[in-house]
C-alpha cells in the first residue's frame, strides 16, 4: 500500500491522539468526516493501523515506580521460554515483555507501588518463575510523554 500525503497526516494526528473519532480527525487534516472515515478504514484493512491502545497515567493510578529487567533464561528451549512467557504475562505488575537478542533474553517492564512493592514484586514472583536465571534492573527515572 501506498500512502500519500493526506494518509501520513492521518497518521499523524492519531499517533498524537488514538482516540480522535474521524469527524475530529477530518477537521485535522482538511477531510470531510466520511471520507476521513474511509482512509481510516482503509488503512485499518490493509494493517497499517492495527489498534488503538489506552495509555495511562500510572503515578495517578498510584504506581509511583516503573522498572525495566533484563531477564536472563538459565536454560534454553521453546520448553524452557514457552513457560517463562505465561508466567511473566500472568503477574499483574508486568506491563510489557519482550523477547530480544543480547545479553538477556528478554526485557520486561514492571510497575509498582513503590520500591519496596517492587523488591517484594522481585523476589516473589519474577525471581521464582520457571527458567529465571540472571536479572537486571533499571529504575525508570523519568519519561517524555
Known amino acids: 500500500m501506498t500512502l500519500d ?3 501520513q497526516a492521518i497518521l499523524d494526528v492519531l499517533r498524537a491522539d488514538g482516540g480522535l473519532n474521524a469527524k475530529q480527525v477530518g477537521e485535522a ?3 470531510s468526516q466520511p471520507a ?3 482512509r481510516i478504514r ?3 484493512e ?3 493501523i492495527t489498534g488503538r491502545a489506552l495509555r495511562l497515567d500510572a503515578a495517578k493510578l498510584g504506581f509511583g515506580v516503573t522498572v525495566f529487567l533484563g531477564i536472563k533464561l538459565a536454560a534454553r528451549g521453546r520448553g524452557a521460554m514457552g513457560d517463562f512467557e505465561r508466567a511473566i504475562v500472568a503477574i499483574p505488575e508486568v506491563q510489557l515483555v519482550q523477547q530480544v537478542i543480547g ?5 520486561v517492564r ?3 507501588r513503590d520500591l519496596a512493592d517492587f523488591e517484594r514484586i522481585l523476589r516473589r514472583r519474577i525471581m ?8 537486571e534492573s533499571n529504575v525508570l527515572l523519568s519519561e517524555e510523554k
Open 5 to 7: 500525503d493526506t494518509d
Open 29 to 31: 487534516v482538511g477531510l
Open 36 to 38: 476521513a472515515y474511509r
Open 42 to 44: 482503509r488503512l485499518e
Open 46 to 48: 490493509a494493517g497499517v
Open 103 to 107: 545479553v538477556y533474553d528478554y526485557r
Open 110 to 112: 514492571v510497575v509498582a
Open 128 to 135: 521464582t518463575l520457571p527458567g529465571v536465571g540472571d536479572v
